[in-house]
């Protein structure tokens, strides 16, 4: 079903390429430097886009190492991920020892086109066409019965499979070079925070991936909506940049339900379901920082201060994020302003949380969110952070 590049579950014979199957290059690379050494300490390479003739080449080199069965960080516009042929088994294994993720969770397969989407699932409702026709290319997974050609290990082993077209042009180009679906979680250990540069995931898995390609920050910051189609009417099982309202306008008849917040296994749906976790992104604790973290609301610095010390903390410890009371002295270890825009906030959230753990921030203190429906899938990820 995808004829053009058969799902390859061996390395490709060596013609005149080096020991592990890599067809030969022209010039001695850090890749091949790398290659050589074996070293599990090795630091990945990581190749820029920012030209058209760079580009090119970090699409080609992607694509070669993608076909070979071998693993590619790259970006996406949600979050960075570390991608694998999604028709490969073996090669999809590799994200989930990279990853120190449990088998029980299920990966998003990324398409380019909606005829490839199609080829990936059993069935294409008209919710899925008109949803697809609304947000795609863009933050939005869809849950649905999956093909028997999507191996077990993506589904884990479960009977749908998540669905989604980026709209990030790098990993567009890629899978169109590459010509089969890339399955692709967010590139960072299991349970940490998900990288929105290409930094951040040479911070978390540089000696785990060969290859990063930086394609600039990841423009909405957070990971997709999940949307469960399998169930009338369709449920948010992760909320992201486009919230539960903007997909239940796109299909009026049906309408949307969203998980409410806390532990999975609310609102009837049990926790497990044939032996998978529904969507291991509403577990209570995910995407965290090193150090603890608060959200509240302060009137001044003043009491702020006074919230510092009722957890035991000196300034000194800690990582003030705020919108809109800014804390001024310098004793802080950090101060971080994000703009009071939920996309502002959104793009910039995940790089401020790194940037906590990179100073060594014990606490982190993020001012209190407006409570309303485009704020909500960030107030989710600090929740859950917070956890
Ligand atoms: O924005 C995103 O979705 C990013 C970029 C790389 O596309 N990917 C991402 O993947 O966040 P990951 O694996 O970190 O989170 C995917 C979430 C997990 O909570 C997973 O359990 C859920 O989607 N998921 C994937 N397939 C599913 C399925 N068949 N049924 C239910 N939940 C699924
Ligand atoms: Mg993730």
Redesign the pocket.
């Given at each position: 079903m995808f004829p053009e590049r058969v799902a390859r579950t061996t390395l490709p014979k060596a013609r005149g390429g080096d020991s592990k199957g890599l067809p030969r290059r022209k010039k001695s690379s850090r890749l091949d430097a790398y290659l050589n050494r074996n070293n599990s300490k090795a630091t990945a390479e990581i190749l820029s886009t920012h030209t058209a003739a760079l580009f090119k080449a970090a699409v080609q080199r992607a694509a070669e190492l993608l076909r070979a069965g071998e693993l590619v960080a790259l970006p996406?516009?949600?979050?960075?991920?570390?991608?694998a042929n999604a028709l490969d088994a073996r090669a999809v294994a590799k994200i989930f020892s990279a990853k120190g993720?449990p088998a029980h969770?299920?990966?998003?397969?990324?398409v380019a086109g909606l005829d490839m989407a199609r080829r990936c699932v059993a069935d294409w409702p008209a919710t899925a066409e008109q949803l697809a026709q609304a947000f795609w290319p863009g933050?939005l997974?869809m849950?649905?019965p999956?093909s028997p050609e999507v191996p077990d290990i993506?589904?884990?082993g479960?009977p749908?499979?998540?669905v989604?077209w980026?709209s990030h042009p790098f990993i567009q180009a890629v899978i169109r070079e590459c010509g089969f679906p890339l399955a692709?979680?967010?590139?960072?250990p299991a349970n940490r925070v998900?990288p929105t540069n290409a930094g951040h995931v040479r911070q978390g898995l540089g000696d785990k991936v060969r290859l990063i390609i930086d394609g600039g920050q990841s423009q909405?910051g957070?990971?997709?909506t999940?949307l469960?189609l399998t169930v009338t009417p369709p449920r948010v099982?992760?909320p992201?940049m486009i919230h539960a309202e903007s997909l239940a306008a796109a299909i009026p008849e049906f309408g949307v339900r969203v998980l409410p917040d806390g532990s999975p296994g609310e609102c009837g749906v049990k926790e497990k379901e044939e032996g998978?976790?529904?969507?291991?992104?509403?577990?209570p604790r995910?995407y965290s920082p090193k150090g603890k973290l608060k959200v509240l609301s302060w009137r001044d610095e003043a009491e702020l201060r006074a919230q510092v010390s009722s957890f035991k903390f000196q300034t000194g410890q800690a990582h003030i994020i705020a919108h809109t009371v800014i804390p001024a002295g310098l004793d802080w270890k950090r101060v971080s302003v994000i703009p009071h825009d939920a996309e502002a906030f959104a793009r910039a959230i995940y790089a401020e949380l790194h940037q906590g753990d990179e100073v060594g921030a014990e606490l982190i203190l993020v001012e209190a969110l407006p409570d309303t429906s485009e704020w909500q899938a960030i107030a989710d990820r600090l929740k859950r952070a917070a956890a």
């Open positions: 996406t516009e949600t979050v960075y991920g570390l991608a993720r969770n299920p990966i998003i397969v990324h933050p997974t849950v649905l999956r993506v589904t884990a479960g749908t499979v998540g989604r980026p692709a979680p967010s590139a960072n998900s909405v957070i990971e997709s999940v469960d099982l992760r992201g998978v976790l529904r969507s291991p992104g509403r577990l995910h």
